[in-house]
């Protein structure tokens, strides 16, 4: 390993936390089985029951038995499906065992108790499935189609419950972020459903840690994905479900907690949103993976959870509306320090959405597979920001590690302008101050880098794929089918570029950027 290398894994594993250390280490040394003691077991709660929540989308069709994840389709003809199937990568394999498609609108219960069956007889040849991770979203998924269908098989309630000790003892704790909070959720859904007055212990005390410190004070779940905090409000509004239908353990405290806890990421996501009802695709965030955000904030109507006004603080998100457009503007660190894995090289990112269409835009994801697209999609180029020569804000590698990360070190504030300063090139010895100065048909940006560049500083902006070509002039660019025109103090060059537009996973559209070189000091004016 060369010394470049050393320096790299040297600043991203120096982050992180000493009980991540510990199980990275634990886990891997020791032998993970799936065994437990039947003397253990009971039958499932008499009383236990599920109903409500949100559909699943339609990804499973009978013919063929075909799926459809990731807008990627796969047959498996006679019934013969393979739980591992490596084709079309990790991810998707992940979303065939997560057994979502249980609760999608007319799936038979037949049918899916021949899908559960056929996974339980394949299970002597289970490898990603039997992660921690699918196996807590499997195991909520099959606790409420077996509720909503009044379902009593032993055989099924057997590995059900093995699959529930397994979890219990196999906590990602190497991991931390998301991956603990889904764990300590579907050991609740299990805690409720086979009346284990301990396992609910321990779920519990994992929630209320947790979520006190992954919900920041805004709201924000501290992955910074709009896309994965609408993945952890949606369990936790099931999660509210279930303790308001069952009555195991009356616990008003932990219920008002919970309650609270919705209420401030409703109250985020509904300040976060677009008025067109489309979040940000800032960080991992991408379309068709979480329900939306009308399903969700109606979820939590339905379940007495209400939103207030709030204004954004911790997460570094900031969002101006006018009646003509919107901003939205990250002026904030990445995510969690130990935890970085859906973090992008985007600080000073931003997205303007024009009388409800978007105009500029994040480039969103397509992957999570660990390859050049990957690479590319989380790095300072694919973001509305400025990068130095080849130099990334941070250093993003991997897949899902963060090395060395840009860090602001001076935010102010006032009405109608936000500036900030980062050191993310501190190692090439420049610092870059962004501001935003704003009125109803200007945004003002200027960036200043504390020393020349050498001209070889480039602010990237990106067009929706519904912008039509941008004109470009020697000192402006003008979007005439939107009637906006953006004009360029302090450049030396405009380069008009194409780039793949994420429409999901695995799916893109060609769109429009534009690459801005300039030294030291570029004043950007953009005329809505």
Same mark, same amino acid.
């Given at each position: 390993?060369?010394? &470049? ?7 991203? #594993? ?8 510990? %199980?990275?280490?634990? %886990? ?46 796969k ?36 049918e ?12 002597p &040849? ?33 590995f059900? %419950? ?11 704790? +190497? ?20 009346d284990?007055?301990? =396992?609910y212990?321990?779920?519990?005390? #994992? ?15 501290f ?5 994965? +905090? ?15 239908i ?12 919970? $309650? ?12 976060i949103?677009?008025?067109?009802? %489309? ?6 965030? $991408?379309?068709?993976? *979480?329900?939306? *955000? /009308? ?7 339905? =379940? ?18 006018f !009646? ?19 973090a992008?090289?985007? $600080? ?5 959405h ?37 130099? /990334? ?15 602001? $070190?001076?935010?102010? /504030?006032? !009405? ?20 935003? @100065? ?20 480039? *602010? ?12 470009? #002039? ?18 030396? &060059? ?7 537009? !994420? ?8 769109a ?6 300039? @030294?030291?000091? #570029? ?6």
């Amino acid at each position: 390993m060369d010394f &470049n290398k050393l320096v790299l894994y040297f600043h991203t #594993l120096k982050y992180l936390e000493p009980i991540q250390v510990f %199980y990275r280490v634990y %886990y891997r040394f020791t032998k993970r089985h799936c065994s437990y003691n039947p003397a253990s077991f009971s039958k499932p709660s008499n009383s236990f029951s599920y109903s409500g929540g949100l559909k699943s989308p339609q990804v499973f069709e009978k013919k063929n038995y075909t799926f459809t994840f990731l807008n990627l389709k796969k047959s498996f003809p006679d019934n013969r499906i393979d739980w591992n199937c490596k084709d079309y990568g990790k991810l998707w394999t992940y979303n065939l065992n997560y057994f979502d498609f249980l609760n999608q609108d007319k799936l038979s219960k037949n049918e899916g108790l021949r899908l559960i069956n056929n996974f339980i007889d394949y299970s002597p &040849n289970h490898i990603d499935g039997m992660e921690p991770y699918p196996i807590s979203l499997r195991v909520i998924n099959w606790i409420k189609f077996i509720s909503k269908h009044n379902i009593q098989d032993p055989r099924i309630n057997n590995f059900l %419950y093995k699959d529930c000790n397994y979890l219990s003892k196999n906590i990602e704790y +190497h991991l931390l972020g998301n991956h603990i909070l889904e764990n300590a959720f579907s050991l609740l859904f299990a805690a409720y459903y086979f009346d284990k007055v301990k =396992l609910y212990k321990k779920s519990k005390s #994992l929630i209320v840690s947790q979520l006190d410190e992954q919900i920041l004070n805004d709201g924000a779940h501290f992955e910074l994905s709009p896309m994965y +905090h609408k993945i952890i409000l949606h369990k936790l509004l099931d999660i509210i479900n279930l303790n308001k239908i069952n009555s195991h353990w009356p616990d008003k405290d932990f219920l008002l907690f919970l $309650t609270s806890k919705a209420e401030s990421m409703c109250s985020w996501l509904e300040r976060i949103k677009f008025k067109s009802g %489309y979040i940000p695709m800032v960080n991992d965030a $991408t379309f068709d993976i *979480a329900p939306t *955000a /009308e399903s969700l904030l109606e979820y939590a109507d339905n =379940l007495g959870i209400k939103t207030s006004k709030i204004d954004l603080s911790d997460s570094g998100y900031r969002k101006i509306d006018f !009646s003509n457009y919107e901003l939205i503007v990250d002026v904030g660190n990445i995510g969690p320090d130990y935890q970085p894995g859906h973090a992008h090289s985007d $600080t000073f990112n931003f997205e303007i959405h024009v009388n409800q269409l978007p105009v500029i835009v994040d480039t969103g994801i397509t992957t999570y597979e660990k390859n050049e697209v990957r690479q590319l999609e989380r790095s300072t180029s694919s973001h509305n920001t400025v990068m130095i020569g080849d130099y /990334e804000q941070s250093e993003v590698w991997g897949g899902f590690r963060v090395g060395r990360r840009a860090k602001i $070190t001076d935010l102010n /504030e006032k !009405s109608n302008h936000i500036s900030a300063k980062h050191n993310g090139y501190s190692r090439i010895g420049i610092s870059h101050k962004r501001s935003f @100065d704003w009125s109803e048909k200007r945004i003002v940006i200027n960036d200043k880098l504390s020393k020349s560049s050498k001209n070889r500083a480039r *602010a990237f902006f990106h067009f929706h794929s519904d912008v039509l070509k941008p004109k470009v #002039l020697s000192d402006r660019v003008q979007l005439l089918d939107k009637n906006i025109e953006i004009i360029f103090k302090g450049h030396s &060059n405009i380069n008009l570029l194409t780039y793949n537009l !994420s429409q999901g996973f695995n799916k893109t559209i060609k769109a429009h950027k534009i690459e801005i070189n300039f @030294d030291k000091d #570029l004043n950007t004016q953009i005329n809505l």
